[in-house]
T-cell receptor
């Protein structure tokens, strides 16, 4: 498909385990974002990649969270030593940057993470 | 104070009604304004994307931005049951390129046939 693809769509794991969430952005999109959506909190920014620049990690809630983007395309969000408060839907978005213009972000369907 | 405030609803209207959804924001530096629609267990889908104050129309949807009062609105005309979803407003600084979005908490809308 032509949209943002995320996997897995659902993940259930035990407290203390590590999890990896994957995002395939829209082909040609240079910017990639991770957000978290939890009940009562809405959608919150986690981390942002733009081309070869250093990522903006200002939204990561703790050092248990990290993300990589390999080859300017696929990204992996890793949560180490998961806690119950990490249960949420993790959403990935991508956008194209054309010159200095702004382009809208397009979202995947997310990974629903449940920590037991 | 949260940067973007949005009444969570729920909002229930009869089919055919005009729906008005609203958000306020606190940071006057925000330049871009969006409305997303989110169906259950799906990702947000972009509905409207605007830059300046004024109105933007797309079919049954009209987005309105008033930067002087930091107020953004989405109007849905002739609402349909298929419009039942959560509507998220979002803002962006957009300083020389893309920046992370700041979202309202979303308004849940039900259109009753």
């Amino acid at each position: 498909g032509a949209g943002v693809s995320q996997s897995p769509s659902n993940k259930v794991t035990e407290k203390g385990k590590d999890v990896e969430l994957r995002c395939d952005p829209i082909s040609g999109h240079t910017a990639l974002y991770w957000y978290r959506q939890s009940l009562g909190q809405g959608l919150e920014f986690l981390i942002y990649f733009q081309g070869n620049s250093a990522p903006d990690k200002s939204g990561l809630p703790s050092d248990r969270f990290s993300a990589e983007r390999t080859g300017g395309s696929v990204s992996t969000l890793t949560i180490q030593r998961t806690q119950q408060e990490d249960s949420a839907v993790y959403l990935c978005a991508s956008s194209m940057r054309e010159g200095q213009g702004n382009q809208p972000q397009h979202f995947g369907d997310g990974t629903r993470l449940s920590i037991l | 104070q949260k940067e973007v405030e949005q009444d969570p609803g729920p909002l229930s209207v009869p089919e055919g009604a005009i729906v008005s959804l609203n958000c306020t924001y606190s940071n006057s530096a925000f330049q871009y304004f969006m409305w997303y629609r989110q169906y259950s267990r799906k990702g947000p889908e972009l509905l409207m994307y605007t830059y300046s104050s004024g109105n933007k129309e797309d079919g049954r949807f009209t987005a309105q931005v008033d930067k002087s009062s930091k107020y953004i609105s989405l109007f849905i005309r002739d609402s349909q049951p298929s419009d039942s979803a959560t509507y998220l407003c979002a803002t962006e600084l957009g300083l020389g390129g893309n920046t992370p979005l700041v979202f309202g908490k979303g308004t849940r809308l039900s259109v009753i046939a």
